[in-house]
């Protein structure tokens, strides 16, 4: 099959959420099918790291998305019915080039990844599309306006309603939607009751994320992830300042490592506080991993798969998280993880496993033996590549139809 993939960042390299998910389809998509990749690159970096893709897919076109202009696109759109998320991914270049090549091949298959990208693809009515949601980004802003003051709350709110009834419009047009967990296939299809929906879970490099040499750091309490991103903002922040202080209470020489690209200026004012790291960004996050005992999950917004915390597990760290942070797991991986959702049940849980260090280390090698078992890519995959060659399941019910007599 011939299928052009639109994605609202460019899936390379796989070092974030969404970019590791888009990357890791991609892959396997390409092993049996002919892949046109149209993308954008809000980082500018990102303009050059398309050519790893090419082993990949046939074309990728990657068109740069300015984030400040973009910004300033959005705002009139306040005034409207239409989510900002709309127009902050538009791009009129990108939108000639996916429509000239509409013009110029045949497609079998659209996939769709991020709601947004839907609007390049809106006249489209005769090839069958399929759109990865992921963890419905609609509830997102929902739940980030839970969490900031007005006049953000109300942007946010609004946002989180306007884009649901693009993600409903997005849904009545899909032959099949993909989503990650079963809370977000429950979400979804309050969204939209007609959604064909699909659980397709996350999955781990499990050899990727092998546990290496330990490095010297006997009380070390780690965080990875992209520190731009709000929700991680808002988790090492909780943490180091309401929960690091509990557990150097008891362990003095306890640290908090913050690992991830672009820590915003609250995040980096964090390593004034006694005990805590901000490193930025790392070309390779094992290195720090090894520097780990525990790694924490302290979310109060979360949705989805943590990759963070399949990573962490694969890597044979116990995980602290939050039950929210938690809830996309499967039973196995969650019995896995120690669940703590107050500042002082996290500090007792992450004290208990730096006192304990075989313990510890028994927990992260149960983990690895998890998610080993549970989240492996080339499983979730397979469903995806299945669903692909067979959106509408016509096929497999055709299949099941007893023979006329």
Known sequence: MKILYLCHRIPYPPDKGDKIRAFHQIRALAERHEIDLFTLADDPADL????????????????????????????????????????????????????QALKQRTYDRIFVYCSAMAQYVESVDKIPMVVDLVDVDSNKWTQYATFTKFPFSAVYRREGATLAAFERRVCERSAAVVVTTDREARLLRNISPAARVHVIPNGVDTEFFRPGPVASAPNTIGFTGDMAYFPNQEAVIHFARNVLPLIRESVADAGFLIVGRSPSPEVQALSRIPGVEVTGFVPDVRTHLARMRVSVAPFSIAAGIQNKILEAMSYELPVVATSRASQGLTAAAVAGVEIADTPREMAEAIVRLLRNPEMAREKGRQSRRVVAGEYSWPQ?????????????????????????S
């Open 48 to 99: 050059e790291r398309g050519e790893p893709l090419r082993q990949y897919c046939r074309e990728v076109t990657v068109v740069k998305l300015n984030a400040r202009w973009a910004r300033i696109r959005a705002l009139p759109y306040l005034l409207t019915s239409t989510a900002l998320t709309i127009p902050y991914f538009g791009s009129g270049e990108l939108q000639r080039r996916v429509h």
């Open 380 to 404: 979730s995959l397979e469903q995806l590549v299945q669903l692909l060659e067979n959106p509408t399941g016509k096929e497999a019910r055709q299949a099941a139809l007893p023979p006329r």
